[in-house]
């Protein structure tokens, strides 16, 4: 060993740099033992973070490769801004310069995005506060806040950094922003089109050149995506319609100078129109060729249409998986006559093996227990693969609503070819909620709204319900508790408790109340895999609290049956809901029936009430919606039908254009007490509401009620019907959905009361 101490020095300004000049910087050392490694420099950094990528070790021999390389490795971590060697006797000296971190990350001049969605962003681009700066990080996330800011059409947005030193080799980073205002479309040319106007073809774009609503819709502000969505919409509009060589050639996208407005060209080639001259199998269908042909979609004689190729095949293939060939594929190849123009459809398939599922494995599930999940799926475990079964699986396990991700993916099981695993992938959300919310309608005026909901308690999949409503006329207070799956068959069991408070709306001032005070038993009973049948019994009490203006009706039933009576009705129901949308439906069927039947206790009577709901799309923009609506009642035994169970009919909801449940019987003293039998039909052609575009949370519609209520024993005939006619807007609004109508009644009797402006905010037909 040598007595004098070698002293090299390897200094680098940028990492590159140093890597390069490593070699001819260092200071020749002659080889020797390291006794020990001594590091300098360190603030935040461990010191195990430096010994692990060294190349040497206390014991083992240095020479100058092994230091150009411990160079390298150092450099490479990217928490230095310099490096260096040094050798005192035998120890090794290694000496870093710390790269500052980040202190804070701080914005101005933001408004289109809150501080939070920003530092989100530069997150996941790795900046952040804690994290170690360089300059290349901070370019780095100035392009991703651009980025943020092109998304929203702000083109013109500029990002400017200061970096700012504080104490302890830290720096605080402030993104100074100039937003600008955000490039609108000002104009969308199709070129090339023939067979279709413009007009037709821009009405299949959630983008446009803007109206007066577009600071709601943004149809108007431009963005790739939404592009990008608009064209295929018109690729598949033209191939439905059998332009089978159809192609967009082009698109140009031109910004004016000040980043402001924007132009988009569309360049297309339609090509010829082609009809389907026939349909034809070929390959293995498992001799099961009826099977399939029933399945094809595609009509000869008529134009090509992709729509229906690809749901042809695709129900091709989900039928070869209900039989268990998890592996189909089949592909439809066109064969092309251009002299003609016509194209036969050929239906190429091959089922491969067939397999059975293996393993179902569930993944993501923090919160809720794996049996809930299970018990949903009807694809079990060493069965044979259904695809069938496998979708109603997912869609039961989507229905739960305690997912906001859920993916059912098939994986080959290695040397099983005959066997597949199901991996389910869900992502947990949060199924526990506290709503506070306000309502006012031209009937109830002001109201409040208070719940309490947990969906999944404890993860077991029951639910918990407790909810208040407060209004004019009506108040309600319910708690109730479901548990799904209180048989292992599917059978739900409901405990509902509550107290509910009630009068007619058109009360001439009076102060009588009826209170209904009770609890309920119910069970839903799964008949199909889409039908679901309710049974269960109430035990409730009416009390009609006397006022001033009672209607004579009530004095006369309490004269009969006391002011308070006690009923044990037992409930039966059943529903099917098939609509693609509860809030904004375009398509689907609703369907609703429930019944009462009192037998026991003071009021012994019998209702029903049945409701039909049907949404016909008529266009992507367009739909013809019904609504029907039968109620009856009827007293058993003699006994009246009670009063406090009337039904009521007028005003939104029924016959629109009449002050809400004004329509039907009244008594002597010209007090509106409803009926027993109850007939409603509403008619809408809904249509998008002007400068809207194709946003479906703002809609226009022009609607025909026609609506009648009878009392126990009078006539049922043409004299009691109602009709109006008129237009109103829906608007999904953040307090929920707003209907709003202007109402002309077209049948007017003597005594009935018009409202012709009505609106109300949670309701739908």
């Known amino acids: 060993m040598k007595s004098i101490a070698h002293r090299f020095r390897l200094r680098t300004l940028a990492s590159v740099v140093s890597l390069a000049l490593a070699a001819q910087m260092a200071w020749a050392v002659d080889p020797f033992t390291v006794r020990d490694i001594r590091v300098e420099g360190l603030q935040r950094v461990e010191a195990g973070t430096v010994f692990a990528p060294l190349p040497v070790r206390v014991g083992e021999t240095y020479n100058d490769d092994k230091g150009a390389a411990a160079i390298r490795a150092l450099f490479g971590l990217g928490l230095f801004t310099d490096v260096r060697l040094e050798v005192s006797g035998e120890v090794l000296v290694v000496i870093v310069q710390e790269r500052p971190t980040i202190a804070a990350v701080e914005f101005a001049g933001n408004k289109e995005f809150t501080n939070e969605i920003l530092q989100g962003a530069l997150r996941d681009a790795g900046l952040a506060a804690g994290r170690p700066y360089d300059r290349a990080l901070a370019d780095r996330a100035e392009q991703e806040l651009k980025r943020q800011y092109i998304n929203r059409s702000l083109y013109g947005a500029e990002v400017v950094t200061t970096v700012t030193p504080t104490e302890r080799n830290q720096v605080r980073l402030t993104f100074n922003l100039t937003e600008g205002r955000p490039a609108r479309i000002k104009g969308i040319d199709i070129i090339g089109n023939q067979a279709f106007s413009d007009g037709r073809l821009k009405d299949l774009f959630d983008l446009d050149a803007g109206g007066w609503l577009s600071w709601y819709t943004k149809s108007d502000q431009y963005s790739r995506a939404k592009l990008n969505a608009d064209l295929e919409a018109l690729r598949s509009f033209y191939l439905a319609r059998g332009y089978l060589d159809f192609k967009i050639d082009s698109t140009q996208v031109a910004m004016s100078p000040d980043k402001e407005s924007i132009t988009v060209t569309i360049n297309v080639t339609e090509g010829d129109r082609f009809v389907v001259s026939g349909v034809s199998l070929d390959g293995r269908f498992l001799d099961k060729e009826d099977e399939f042909k029933s399945l094809i979609t595609i009509k000869p004689g008529e134009a090509y249409n992709a729509d229906q190729v690809a749901e042809t095949t695709k129900a091709f293939t989900d039928h070869f998986g209900n039989y268990g060939y998890a592996f189909a594929t089949v592909e439809a190849v066109p064969d092309i006559d251009r002299a003609n123009n016509r194209v036969a ?31 949903e799926f009807r694809q079990y475990e060493s069965s044979w693969y259904d695809a069938e079964k496998i979708r109603l699986s997912r869609d039961r396990v989507d229905r739960l609503g305690y997912f906001t991700e859920l993916s059912v993916t098939t994986s080959e099981v290695s040397g099983a070819p005959d066997q597949v695993d199901l991996d389910v992938e869900v ?28 969906e999944n308690v404890f993860g077991s999949g029951n639910r918990l319900d407790l909810q208040l409503n407060t209004g004019k006329f009506n108040r309600t207070l319910v708690v109730s508790a479901t548990d799904p799956y209180f048989t292992t068959n599917g059978v739900s069991r409901t405990v509902d408790v509550y107290y509910k408070t009630q009068k007619p709306y058109q009360d001439q001032g009076g102060n009588y109340t009826l209170i209904t005070m009770g609890a309920g038993l119910k069970f839903g009973v799964p008949v199909t895999e889409l039908d679901t049948v309710y049974l269960g019994m109430n035990a409730e009490r009416t009390r009609i609290k006397p006022g001033t203006n009672i209607p004579a009706a009530y004095l006369a039933y309490a004269n009969q049956f006391g002011y308070s009576s006690t009923a044990f009705p037992f409930t039966l129901g059943w529903s099917r809901d098939s609509r693609d949308s509860a809030l904004a439906p375009n398509s689907g069927r609703y369907q609703r029936l429930m019944g009462e039947l009192g037998l026991f206790g003071d009021a012994r009577y019998v209702k029903a009430n049945y409701q039909y709901q049907q949404y016909v799309p008529l266009s992507k923009q367009y739909t013809l919606a019904f609504n029907g609506e039968l109620g009856w009642g009827k007293g058993l035994g003699g006994d009246p039908f009670p009063v406090f169970k009337n039904f009521y009919s007028g005003g939104l909801g029924s016959v629109r254009g009449y002050e809400q449940s004004t329509l039907g019987p009244r008594d002597v003293t010209g007090a509106f007490i409803g009926g027993t039998r109850k007939f409603t039909l509403n008619t809408e052609f809904i249509m998008p509401f002007p400068g809207a575009g194709n946003d479906r949370t703002l809609r226009l519609f022009g609607f025909v009620d026609v609506g009648a209520l009878y009392g126990e024993g009078e006539k049922i005939g043409s004299e009691g019907l109602r009709y109006s006619t008129g237009i109103g807007f829906s608007w999904i609004s953040p307090l929920g959905p707003l209907r709003f109508a202007f109402a002309v009644p077209l049948r007017k009797r003597a005594g009935d009361r018009i409202q012709r402006f009505q609106f109300q905010i949670g309701t739908s037909f």
């Open 345 to 375: 459809v050929v239906l190429r398939a091959d089922p491969s093996r067939r397999a059975y599922v293996r393993r179902i494995n569930i993944q993501g599930n923090t919160r809720t227990r794996d049996e809930v999940i299970r018990r």
């Open 427 to 454: 992502k947990e959300k949060p199924t526990g909620n506290i709503s506070l919310g306000a309502g006012y309608s031209s009937a109830e005026k002001l109201s409040f709204t208070f719940g309490l909901a947990q």
